[in-house]
């Protein structure tokens, strides 16, 4: 079958190009309102891959250069340096392993088992892992013995502009302290059970590795938690218009593309990841305590590798509960924690880890996502609008097929919906049960 195809290459050439041309063209179209039409999203889709080929070298920039983030800080300066080999030899095992799990899923992380390929890269890995683990404790043996202080913007001494230059400008991490206070009575954790505690919501039982379709009220029971719930914010226009997110657009020269709604109570949280997009994080009830990691200080950490994802997860689940067996190299990663409170406003770059614990008896904040100002795409970048903010994760997610698709859908609409309970993010994202299940079996890499 595979000769009879080569042998025909031209002719089975020009009936994908037929087809190809048949969807774009003459498949029937139906854009809802304010929505791009196919022929639009396929050219910004080319074109958003063809500029980041080039600046990107053709995909060499970040494979060879010896850093994830692009951005200097001074606090960088806190992490031990590994060396260039180990941090090349890290990026094939993640780009290989990443390929397979990303591209062929389970069954091709089976067969590379079966056949020996993920042995073999497991090995390789060890071996990497123990060299850097040698290097650490050589030349920092205290390790990281506390954890780096969040900078804290001065919002009534400064100005947008200076923010921008900042933080926006060369991405960094940082809050600003009781600037969305006038927003507390309004977004409380019994006022929004009140009054949409019967909307169908997507809902996580981190404790038992499950997500499921259920009503917003559920939450008054500590287990389950209202995570990146953008559907609320879709159907019901008023939160939006009462969170005025809008007001901080000078801050970021960009506008709000979609909010999402977090909703729970004392014990429920959020294990470490990162995602494609800026975020504007306001805390309306309760308290936050969140850990926070700097895209360059990656090598310390056990990501999944898996291309195609505009959001991931890594290991372990917090910067401060660890198993020094399983995951030594977490005593010499450089992270932040800051505590966020009502009226607060946490700002987080693309692809910087972070991982939250809820840590009061009620929960109730929001987080916004930035796209530029003419939308996603217009300016032939996507969410990150950024290409050095964090390299190695920008290249991971066009290298992987799931990303075509995923690009498409956002192109067309920035918070597109898979069904009536759930948007195409939601879907995709629900990654704190599956990190649950993965820490039990001690997940690596």
């Not at 053709?58 to 590994?82: E, M, T, W």
């Not at 933080?167 to 019994?190: Q, Y």
Request: hydrophobic share 40%; proline share 6%.
């Amino acid at each position: 079958m595979l000769s009879l195809l080569l042998e025909q290459k031209e002719m089975v050439v020009a009936s994908l190009m037929g087809l190809f041309t048949t969807w774009l063209l003459l498949w029937p179209d139906h854009p809802a309102p304010g929505d791009r039409t196919r022929l639009r999203i396929v050219y910004l889709q080319a074109m958003i891959r063809l500029r980041y080929l080039l600046v990107s070298w053709c995909g060499l920039k970040p494979f060879l250069s010896p850093r994830i983030n692009g951005h200097y800080n001074k606090d960088q300066d806190h992490a031990v340096d590994i060396g260039y080999v180990p941090k090349i030899i890290l990026k094939i095992i993640w780009f290989l392993n990443g390929t397979i799990s990303g591209n062929l899923g389970v069954p091709g992380m089976v067969l590379s088992y079966l056949c020996g390929f993920r042995i073999f890269l497991s090995l390789v890995y060890n071996v990497t892992h123990a060299y850097i683990l040698h290097v650490c404790q050589r030349d920092k043996p205290e390790g990281m013995e506390k954890f780096l202080k969040l900078p804290e913007y001065d919002w009534k001494n400064g100005s947008p502009e200076d923010f921008y230059e900042k933080f926006v400008k060369n991405p960094r991490a940082c809050i600003l302290r009781g600037i969305t206070k006038d927003k507390m009575e309004e977004f409380s954790f019994d006022n929004i059970v009140k009054k949409y505690g019967e909307e169908e919501v997507m809902l996580t039982r981190a404790d038992i590795g499950k997500d499921y379709a259920g009503k917003l009220k559920e939450v008054e029971d500590p287990r389950v938690y209202l995570v990146n719930c953008e559907t609320l914010y879709n159907k019901h226009p008023e939160i939006g218009m009462a969170a005025n997110m809008e007001q901080f657009a000078p801050y970021m020269k960009k506008k709000p593309g979609y909010c999402q709604m977090f909703v729970g109570k004392n014990g429920t949280k959020t294990p470490l990841h990162c995602a494609s997009n800026w975020n504007f994080f306001t805390m309306f009830e309760g308290s936050k305590t969140w850990y926070l990691i700097d895209p360059e200080n990656t090598w310390f950490l056990y990501p999944l590798s898996a291309v195609g994802l505009a959001a991931t997860f890594a290991f372990p689940p917090f910067p401060d509960d660890y198993n020094e067996k399983l995951h030594p190299l977490m005593k010499w990663l450089p992270s932040y924690k800051v505590e966020v409170n009502p009226g607060d406003l946490l700002f987080v770059p693309p692809w910087w880890w972070h991982a939250v614990r809820n840590t009061s008896e009620k929960n109730v904040a929001m987080a916004s996502r930035w796209v530029g100002c003419g939308g996603v795409g217009n300016t032939f970048q996507f969410t990150t609008e950024d290409d050095d903010v964090n390299r190695w994760n920008d290249f991971m997610f066009y290298a992987g097929f799931k990303s075509w698709f995923f690009m498409h859908d956002i192109l067309r609409n920035p918070s597109p919906m898979y069904d009536e309970h759930t948007t195409l993010r939601e879907k995709n994202n629900r990654f704190i049960s599956s990190h649950a299940l993965a820490t039990k079996v001690g997940w690596r890499f």
